[in-house]
C-alpha cells in the first residue's frame, strides 16, 4: 500500500517536473528568437556572434558588444581580424589585435564599425578569430555584424520655409 502511494508521488513529481522543464526550455527557445541571442560553438564559445542590426543610416557609428568564453583548461591566444578597415574591435575604449582567453573565463569585446564609407545597400562585416596565433594552419572562427545601409535623411534647419503638402 505505502509502495502504491509512493509509485503515485514519484509519477506526479516526474511528470510536474518534466512540465516545468519544457516550459524553460521554450522560455529561452523563444527569448533566443526574440533578442537573436546566437552561439557559436567553436574553440572559443562566442555569444551574438551573429547579428543583424536592421536599418542603418550612413554616417552613423555602430557598437555591437559579443562575449567570449574559453570552455577549456588551457589558455587561447587569439589574433583579431577584420574584414576591413571600417570595422575595429576594442576593450576598454582601446583597439585589439590580439587577445588571450583564460580557462573558464568571459571576455567581453565591442564591435565599432564607422559606416561613412561604406556603399548602400545590405552590408556584412566579420571579425575573425584567428586561433592558434601562431599555428601555420590557422583555424578562423567568423563574428558577423549585418546590416542595411540607407542615405542619411536631409534635416533643414528650422528657418528653412515649410513647402505645402
Known amino acids: 500500500m505505502i509502495l ?3 509509485k503515485r508521488e514519484f509519477a506526479d513529481m516526474l511528470r510536474k517536473m518534466v512540465a516545468l522543464t519544457l516550459i524553460v526550455i521554450g522560455f529561452l527557445w523563444l527569448s533566443a528568437i526574440i533578442f537573436q541571442w546566437t ?3 567553436g574553440r572559443v564559445w562566442v555569444f551574438r556572434g551573429d547579428y543583424y542590426l536592421g536599418h542603418i543610416q550612413r ?3 555602430l557598437h555591437h558588444r559579443v562575449w567570449l568564453f574559453n ?3 588551457q589558455s587561447v591566444h587569439l589574433q583579431l581580424e577584420t574584414s576591413c578597415g571600417c570595422t575595429v574591435v576594442t576593450e576598454k575604449n582601446s583597439r585589439l589585435t590580439e587577445l588571450t582567453l583564460q580557462p ?3 571576455q567581453k569585446l565591442t564591435i565599432r564599425i ?3 564609407g ?3 545597400g545590405n552590408q556584412q562585416q566579420a571579425v575573425w578569430l584567428k586561433f592558434p596565433a601562431d599555428s601555420r594552419a590557422p583555424v578562423l572562427q ?3 555584424v549585418r546590416f542595411y545601409l540607407e542615405k542619411p535623411k536631409v534635416q533643414l534647419p528650422d528657418w528653412f520655409p515649410k513647402l505645402p503638402e
Open 114 to 116: 564607422e559606416t561613412t
Open 142 to 144: 567568423p563574428i558577423w
Open 71 to 73: 570552455p577549456s583548461f
Open 118 to 120: 561604406l556603399s548602400l
Open 39 to 41: 552561439v557559436s560553438l
Open 104 to 106: 573558464f573565463r568571459w
Open 4 to 6: 502504491i502511494i509512493w
Open 59 to 61: 554616417g552613423t557609428v
